[in-house]
């Protein structure tokens, strides 16, 4: 038997719902988040692009990463930076309503101290298609 994605698809969604399963919760963007914090805090690239497509942009002053191998590039480097040994980062706050999430942090590392910084996500269908970062960074060196 050769079944389409599609196909595939509405079986597994059909399924949840007639045992009490819902759509949702396979895109709930508090879950998609949550998994994106844990990837980022462990410097697992594969798991971090797993949460964007294609589609996916991630804004920050004065540039714009598009789809994963420009956001690849992106989070390489602050994996990089985040790696040296005496770095710390700190979730202050949460909060999320319908698609978005909303954070601020502070994080400091050998090179930088972020002295505050907020991302918003925009989650669908259980992918980042947007995220956006504002921060205050004073270098050390």
């Known amino acids: ?5 599609k196909t595939l698809t509405s079986l597994v969604v059909s399924t949840m719902i007639l045992f009490g399963g819902t759509v949702a919760s396979l895109a709930d963007p508090t879950k998609v988040f949550d998994h994106h914090l844990t990837a980022f805090i462990d410097r697992n690239m ?6 964007y497509t294609e589609d996916s942009v991630v804004i920050i002053p004065n540039k714009i990463f598009r789809g994963l191998d420009e956001i690849e ?21 949460k909060r999320v309503h319908g698609d978005t999430v909303y954070i601020s942090w502070s994080a400091e590392t050998p090179d930088n101290k972020y002295v505050y910084a907020t991302d918003t996500f925009l989650i669908k269908d259980g992918k980042i298609l947007t ?3 504002g921060l205050i960074v004073e270098a050390k060196k």
């Open 73 to 93: 590039g992106f989070f390489g480097a602050i994996f990089e930076e985040f790696a040296q040994p005496g770095s710390t980062f700190e979730l202050t706050e």
């Open 46 to 51: 594969e798991e971090n692009l797993a949460d």
């Open 131 to 133: 995220q956006t970062i």
């Open 1 to 5: 038997m050769n079944l389409s994605l």
